[in-house]
């Protein structure tokens, strides 16, 4: 079951019976830069890889002895001497928003246009933060609980048909080099540009096709110190199995945009082939696991990724086509993939090793307790292993409130919402 954070600090274990949060992050040094040879880059650029004249000291991470506190929906918990495990009362209604105002603790960001891609940043979960990017604006804000939004970068962009600004990454080792990745559609590609805060973005790898539909793309950092890259099809569905094109692919790159060590086939980017629309890239904080979703038309899919991969087999399926968006790996012993979609969340119950176990349960729908919605979730990422963020997209084909679009935190408890197989 999914829950939302709604109080800060967070939750005691006792309060959600939840296991300790063990807040990890794994950081890589940034691979050698190679000289721009891949078969299939169409550009890549070569530049100094860390954010000149920035500083940064990483936050503190709470130890197994002191972990992180969550407060539950509804404010007061009721614990205390005369109640050590807490009030069982139903949670307090949170009333409707009044203009940019939202009431709901969760929203950490209100009044933004059409979120499609987020990323969290590092911290120790006390002031939840992240970076949350506006499709069509272009526009990249830092989102902060208890503060209000305000501009980390402008990047240029055309948002005609599904493009823009759909995909964003903390670079693999963003606390050296403080490094953000993003997906955008320009006047005449699908390209992956970076840059830091105060600086303007540099162009990574170009080149990628652009058509009327099929831009959508999303990023992620593959664990081991690479970036994930899954680009749409443009709308020309043999350029997924097309071994010569850049659509339709999950390409993994270093952070200068060549191609990644270890890839499937030697100076080629290609890491997975076979997709159309993709909407998100997540994996497990191990590094284990890899997912990606994807809107190929005839049912939306979120497929386990392997390197090497066409992607044929979906590990499930939606035929009502909920628009499955991006996505957050909360797996451990019982354990949840989350999958954003225009109606609310995909909770999909899977094993450690990977395996669906269940068929999806769906809460943010506003059907559930407490009656809590967000309407259309789009983009997805972690904050630390328990807690993700997710961005609306209300201002684009859905019913917005006064107060969208927003950035919103989702967090997990360890009960598995699954119902059984079909």
Not at 53 to 78: H, I, L, R
Not at 172 to 196: C, G, I, K, M, W
Not at 273 to 288: F, Q, R, T, V
Request: hydrophobic share 35%; charged share 15%.
């Amino acid at each position: 079951m999914i829950t939302t954070v709604t109080t800060y600090p967070w939750l005691t274990r006792r309060h959600l019976g939840w296991v300790t949060v063990r807040t990890r992050y794994r950081w890589s040094s940034p691979l050698a830069l190679l000289a721009c040879g891949g078969l299939l880059l169409s550009g890549c650029a070569r530049f100094d890889n860390t954010a000149a004249g920035q500083t940064f000291s990483p936050a503190p991470v709470p130890s197994p002895e002191s972990p992180p506190q969550v407060q539950g929906p509804g404010g007061d918990s009721g614990a205390g001497p005369g109640n050590p495990g807490g009030s069982q009362q139903s949670p307090a209604p949170i009333p409707p928003p009044q203009g940019c105002k939202d009431f709901d603790k969760a929203v950490i960001a209100t009044c933004l246009d059409t979120v499609a891609a987020v990323a969290g940043l590092p911290g120790d979960g006390t002031t939840p933060s992240a970076l949350a990017g506006e499709r069509k604006s272009g526009r990249v804000l830092l989102a902060t609980a208890g503060h209000d939004a305000t501009t980390f970068e402008q990047l240029d962009v055309q948002a005609t048909g599904d493009g823009g600004l759909t995909g964003l990454a903390l670079s693999p080792s963003y606390v050296e080099d403080q490094l953000v990745f993003a997906y955008v559609t320009t006047a005449t590609d699908n390209r992956v540009v970076r840059f830091a805060k105060g600086q303007p973005a540099k162009a990574v790898l170009t080149g990628i096709p652009k058509g009327a539909t099929g831009n959508r793309g999303a990023l992620a950092s593959d664990g081991h110190g690479a970036l994930l890259v899954a680009t749409g099809d443009a709308g020309n569905p043999s350029a997924a199995a097309d071994a010569k094109s850049l659509a339709g692919k999950i390409l993994r790159i270093d952070t200068s945009g060549n191609p990644g060590a270890d890839n499937p086939a030697p100076g080629s980017a290609v890491f997975a082939s076979g997709l159309h629309s993709p909407g998100g890239i997540c994996g497990s904080a191990d590094g284990k696991r890899l997912w990606v979703t994807d809107q190929p038309g005839s049912a939306d899919a979120v497929y386990r990724v392997q390197a090497g991969q066409q992607l044929t087999v979906p590990a499930w399926t939606w035929p009502d086509k909920p628009g499955v968006a991006g996505c957050a790996d909360f797996i451990d012993a019982n354990g949840i993939l989350a999958v954003a979609s225009a109606g609310g969340l995909q909770n999909l119950p899977v094993n450690a090793d990977g395996a669906v176990t269940g068929k999806p349960s769906i809460s943010l729908d506003g059907k559930g307790k407490p009656p809590t919605t967000y309407g259309r979730l789009a983009g997805m990422g972690m904050i630390n292993p328990q807690v993700a963020v997710a961005g609306t997209t209300n201002k684009d084909g859905g019913k917005p409130v006064s107060s969208d679009d927003r950035v919103v935190l989702i967090t997990i408890s360890q009960t598995n919402g699954g119902q059984g197989k079909d």
